[in-house]
């Protein structure tokens, strides 16, 4: 299983991004999707998550303005991303939790990072 994410890039304040994530491999299901952004410095941070019946969750510092979605169909999760700003400037990170065809269980995978930066 792996998870790939793309659609970062450089943004002038005020604009907008989008962040896919594409999950392949042999998947049997995936439960909770999750994207999380590292500033140089800084601690690895939550910015949203998404379940498998859609319920989503957002940190506090990008309410209203990001907004995450999922298309099951593809195993994909979006990060739509509005008025941005300097201090989203981070690596952005996917995650899922995932049981594949062989598994039981589900684990929790990580994908590489895609790099926003906002500046003007």
């Given at each position: ?93 996917c995650?899922?939790?995932i ?22």
């Amino acid at each position: 299983v792996q998870l790939q994410a793309s659609g970062g890039g450089l943004v002038q304040p005020g604009g907008s991004l989008r962040l896919s994530c594409v999950a392949s491999g042999t998947i049997s299901n995936i439960n909770f999707m999750r994207w999380y952004r590292q500033a140089p410095g800084k601690q690895r941070e939550l910015v949203a998550d998404i379940s498998s019946i859609l319920r989503t969750a957002y940190a506090e510092s990008v309410k209203g303005r990001f907004t995450i979605s999922r298309d099951n169909a593809k195993n994909t999760v979006y990060l739509q991303m509005n008025s941005l700003k300097p201090e989203d400037t981070a690596a952005y990170y996917c995650s899922a939790d995932i049981r594949s065809h062989s598994s039981r269980s589900f684990y929790h995978y990580w994908g590489q990072g895609t790099q926003v930066t906002v500046s003007s």
